[in-house]
């Protein structure tokens, strides 16, 4: 399966929403060439959970493209993991879109759009990718992801090997990473926020990949997550759509520490800032 072929042309236009980085982005895919997409992203800063500036984002990208939302034909939601708030969001705007117009919508999970994003121009091939995304409450959403490109460009394959998992930063090579390389120097791309919002992790999960026989590379690019990468994983899942209810992937149900649990993870991350 190809993420671009003339049969995906049915899916255009398509909209993609996400919420989880530091503010709202949106991307719209219209019909180029050969049925390829045309993707245009806008990303704006620092209005994280604010339905009014996805809103407004969602109606300026479809105006300045001349796409009326009746026209839509696909709808592809970021679902988490990721800040709750945001998630809902996200969720209910796309969910309200599509009951009001009639268009599927897809899932797509941020591990998998974010190892996109890492591996953006790159040559083709099979590359693997640890994503970790900062998690509160001294914790690291994390998953290794599985991808491939194709020698046209599409997108081959994208699957986490392993179900994504929550933990402290300490335990997240453990519980999401990818073991031991299987060949010396094999590649182990790096992505997700956690790594520059959780102190001492980068230095921590370094560690550990080398010590693991991986040669670790940090990807430009691959640090906030962008709407125009759930765009080209919902294309490649387009087949999947539907007018379903599409909901937060939770991969943990607590979402407030309690007073002693505040203070151990503030030990915890005051211990990591000084290691």
Known sequence: MTAYSDSFAAVFPALALSCSAQGVSVALATSGAGG???????????????????LAAVDGLLR????E??????????????????????????QGISL????????????????????AGRDPGRYRVLVAVD??????????????IAHDGALQQVVESGACAVGPPDQIWGLAGPGRALEGGACLLI??????????????LAGEATDAGWRVEWPAGATVLRADAVLRVGLFRAGAASLEAVA???VRNKVALDVSEQAAAKARAAQASRA
């Open 100 to 119: 009001a117009m009639s268009v599927p919508c897809v899932e797509v999970w941020s591990t998998e759009a974010l190892a996109l994003q890492a591996v």
């Open 248 to 250: 937060p992937r939770y």
């Open 69 to 94: 939302p009746s026209t839509l034909r696909l709808l592809c939601a970021e679902v988490g993991p990721g800040p709750f708030t945001a998630l809902r969001m996200t969720c209910s705007v796309t």
């Open 64 to 67: 300045a493209n001349g796409v």
């Open 135 to 148: 998690a509160r409450m001294g914790e690291v959403y994390a998953a290794t992801v599985e991808i491939e």
């Open 36 to 54: 390829r997409p045309v993707i245009e992203c806008w990303h704006e800063p620092d209005t994280a959970g604010r339905s009014d500036a996805l």
């Open 191 to 204: 992505a997700g926020n956690a790594f520059s919002l959780v102190p001492g992790f980068r230095e921590r």
